[in-house]
């Protein structure tokens, strides 16, 4: 049962008052403290009664109890025990959201989304700490955990990277991998008053969804290095990262490009995620070729 009368904004007003916390800086403690706006990024985040939801950074719980409210169980991963006695009285009476005091960089995640919910896709929504911004976005999309659709307020500029095309400046291996997972939606822009204490930057909440057009690289570990190498030295031609990277020679590394296509001076970060991706499986092959004979 969801605790009645008083919001939960203001229990985390008081809560926050009573217990004399100091917000860390360095653990990107920026809060936002009203309700209506949190339960709009909540319905944004389009998740449903039956669903099971990861938040990242709680803080005071807000919007833990506005995400609560929307689905069936929320699990929610927050570093700080300072938040302890703050999400225990904000969070009273919510029995459908647990918070779970760890690092969501060094917990097992996939461990502990099993346990908690298991064989189910979970989705994730969070007001991200922005100096993990793209380590967290990596490790949801890479960890091997059953993760659905991933709604996240990140720092504008951030969120430029991650949603950049070919061809665009902003276009890093961040970008790469979240499109070959997910497509990108911006949702909106959120100035720094919002948050308490505000922020420098401006913030923009955005939606991964997950593709479903069946793109799908036959080896992701393989992809994965293909994408770090191709951004790893931007000014350098494909053909040399791939033979630092992979120990092709000249003559294969151009081979294998001409087989796809792309021509043989070609720059890692005028890929496509389809052609990567195509790119990863013709190179596996080739090494596997090479393992072999
Ligand atoms: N969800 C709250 C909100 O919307 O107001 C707080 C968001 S605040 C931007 C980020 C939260 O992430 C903080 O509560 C911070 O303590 C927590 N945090 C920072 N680093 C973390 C980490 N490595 N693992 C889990 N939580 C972390």
Redesign the pocket.
């Known amino acids: 049962m969801q605790n009645q009368g008083i919001s939960p904004g203001l229990r985390a007003r008081v809560a926050l008052e009573k217990h004399g916390f100091s917000f860390?800086h360095s653990?990107?403690?920026?809060?936002?403290?009203d309700d209506g706006f949190?339960d709009g990024i909540a319905a944004e985040s389009g998740v449903g009664e039956g669903e099971a939801v990861l938040?990242?950074?709680?803080?005071?719980g807000?919007?833990?109890s506005c995400l609560a409210a929307r689905c069936r169980k929320v699990l929610a991963?927050?570093?700080?025990r300072k938040?302890e006695p703050v999400l225990s009285e904000v969070l009273e009476g919510v029995d459908n959201a647990e918070v779970v005091f760890?690092?969501?960089?060094k917990c097992d995640l996939p461990a502990l989304l099993e346990e908690r919910f298991p064989g189910e896709t979970v989705q994730v929504v969070?007001?991200?700490?922005?100096?993990?911004t793209a380590d967290v976005i990596e490790r949801l999309l890479t960890c091997g955990a059953n993760i659905g659709n991933i709604t996240v307020?990140v720092q504008k500029e951030a969120a430029e990277r991650i949603g950049a095309q070919t061809g665009n400046k902003n276009y890093c291996a961040l970008a790469m991998l979240t499109q070959y997972y997910c497509e990108v939606e911006e949702l909106m822009d959120v100035p720094p008053e919002r948050f308490m204490p505000p922020p420098h930057v401006m913030s923009r909440l955005i939606r991964l969804n997950r593709r479903t057009d069946g793109l799908r690289a036959r080896d992701e570990k393989l992809l994965l290095r293909l994408i770090r190498s191709a951004f790893r030295m931007r000014r350098k031609t494909l053909v040399n990262n791939l033979t630092g990277d992979f120990g092709l020679s000249r003559e294969d590394a151009e081979g294998l490009l001409r087989s796809q296509n792309l021509d043989a001076r070609i720059r890692g970060e005028a890929m496509s995620v389809e052609q990567v991706t195509l790119l990863s499986d013709a190179l596996g092959e080739l090494l596997q070729a090479r393992a072999h004979g």
């Not at 938040?55 to 005071?60: A, Q």
């Not at 760890?102 to 960089?105: G, N, R």
């Not at 969070?126 to 993990?132: E, M, R, S, T, V």
């Open positions: 860390t653990l990107g403690q920026n809060f936002i403290l949190l938040e990242i950074g709680p803080g005071p807000i919007l833990t991963l927050e570093i700080d938040l760890t690092d969501v960089m969070a007001n991200l700490p922005y100096y993990i307020m």
